[in-house]
Nanobody
Framework: VQLQASGGGLVQTGGSLRLSCAAS????????MGWYRQAPGKQRELVAT???????DYADSVKDRFTISRDNAKNTWTLQMNDLKPEDTAVYYC?????????WGQGTLVTVSS
């Protein structure tokens, strides 16, 4: 399975961006789609996940600002990011976790200027 992320860019504080990830290849019925991020000098951290059953989970730092969603028919998922803050600046990676292991996208840079 290959993942292709898109949608990063430069935005001012309080702005919005929408990230998308598309998966090519076969996806197991039971899986978790997600977004992670890695800021300079920091470890990669979980941002949001959505299961094949539709359950969503968010990091506390993005709750009420970010929304993860998916399109099962297209094997795509998105991360709508609102009210962005400088501390959201990071490389964002989409992920797909299944019984065969984890797949990662190439990362897309999000920069929030103050």
């Amino acid at each position: 399975v290959q993942l292709q992320a898109s949608g990063g860019g430069l935005v001012q504080t309080g702005g919005s961006l929408r990230l998308s990830c598309a998966a090519s290849g076969s996806i197991f019925r039971i899986h978790v789609m997600g977004w992670y991020r890695q800021a300079p000098g920091k470890q990669r951290e979980l941002v949001a996940t959505i299961t094949s059953q539709g359950r969503k989970d968010y990091a506390d730092s993005v709750k009420d600002r970010f929304t993860i969603s998916r399109d099962n028919a297209k094997n795509t998922w998105t991360l709508q990011m609102n009210d962005l803050k400088p501390e959201d600046t990071a490389v964002y990676y989409c992920s797909l976790h299944g019984v065969a292991g984890a797949n990662w996208g190439q990362g897309t840079l999000v920069t929030v200027s103050s």
